[in-house]
T-cell receptor, first 115, second 113 residues
Framework: AQSVTQPDIHITVSEGASLELRCNYS??????LFWYVQSPGQGLQLLLK??????LVQGIKGFEAEFKRSQSSFNLRKPSVHWSDAAEYFC?????????????FGKGTHLIIQP | DVKVTQSSRYLVKRTGEKVFLECVQD?????MFWYRQDPGLGLRLIYF???????EKGDIPEGYSVSREKKERFSLILESASTNQTSMYLC????????????FGPGTRLTVL
C-alpha cells in the first residue's frame, strides 16, 4: 500500500532563513509526487509536482523539491522564507492517475514564521 | 484556470439532520473526489467518482453517500449527521489519464452540534 510520511508536524523558521520540509513515500511503482500548500481556512493549492525527468523541480512562490529515488524522498525547499509562507504543507503520492488510484497525502507540516 | 467551487464555506447542522455538500467544477473533468481533513490526520478519502453515475468508496466511507448525476457536480450526503462528522470537507477534481494532479475547492467547514 502507498503511504507518505512527513516527519515534522511543526517547523518554526525565522523570516529570511532557508527552509526544508521532509517527505518520504512508499509506492510500488514509479511515483507521481506533489506538494500542496493550504493557507488558514483555504483549500489546497498545488506548489509543484514531479512525474519524470529532471529530479529537481521548480514550483510557484520560489519553492523547489528534489526527488531522490534511492531515499524515497521528495523534500521541499525554499532559500528564503517570507511571512506569507506560514501555512500547512502537504506532500502527496500517487500513480499515473488512469484508474482507481487517487492521491495519498501525508499528515502535513505546519510552518510557523518568526519575525 | 480550473475552478472547483463548494456550496458553503461554513455550515452548522444538528445531530440527526440530513446534510448535503455540493461541489461543482468547470473544466469537464471526469474524476471527482471528496476528502475530509482533520488536525493531525491529514486528508482522508471518503468517496470518489470516475464519471457520471459512477462512484467508489474511499478509505472512510462509513456514514456518507455520494451522488453524481451530472459531470460537473458531485454531492456528498450525510444521511444522519453525527458530532464525529464535524470536520473540514474538501472536494477535488482531475482529468482522467492525466498526471493524477487534483484541483481542490476552498473547503466546507461543517460543525455538527
Amino acid at each position: 500500500a502507498q503511504s507518505v510520511t512527513q516527519p515534522d508536524i511543526h517547523i518554526t523558521v525565522s523570516e529570511g532563513a532557508s527552509l526544508e520540509l521532509r517527505c518520504n513515500y512508499s509506492y510500488g511503482a514509479t511515483p507521481y509526487l506533489f506538494w500542496y500548500v493550504q493557507s488558514p481556512g483555504q483549500g489546497l493549492q498545488l506548489l509543484l509536482k514531479y512525474f519524470s525527468g529532471d529530479t529537481l523541480v521548480q514550483g510557484i512562490k520560489g519553492f523547489e523539491a528534489e526527488f531522490k529515488r534511492s531515499q524515497s524522498s521528495f523534500n521541499l525547499r525554499k532559500p528564503s522564507v517570507h511571512w506569507s509562507d506560514a501555512a500547512e504543507y502537504f506532500c502527496a503520492v500517487g500513480g499515473a492517475g488512469g484508474g482507481a488510484d487517487g492521491l495519498t497525502f501525508g499528515k502535513g507540516t505546519h510552518l510557523i514564521i518568526q519575525p | 484556470d480550473v475552478k472547483v467551487t463548494q456550496s458553503s464555506r461554513y455550515l452548522v447542522k444538528r445531530t440527526g439532520e440530513k446534510v448535503f455538500l455540493e461541489c461543482v467544477q468547470d473544466m469537464d473533468h471526469e474524476n471527482m473526489f471528496w476528502y475530509r481533513q482533520d488536525p493531525g490526520l491529514g486528508l482522508r478519502l471518503i468517496y470518489f467518482s470516475y464519471d457520471v453515475k459512477m462512484k467508489e468508496k474511499g478509505d472512510i466511507p462509513e456514514g456518507y453517500s455520494v451522488s453524481r448525476e451530472k459531470k460537473e457536480r458531485f454531492s456528498l450526503i450525510l444521511e444522519s449527521a453525527s458530532t464525529n462528522q464535524t470536520s473540514m470537507y474538501l472536494c477535488a477534481s482531475r482529468r482522467r489519464q492525466v498526471n493524477n494532479e487534483q484541483f481542490f475547492g476552498p473547503g466546507t467547514r461543517l460543525t455538527v452540534l
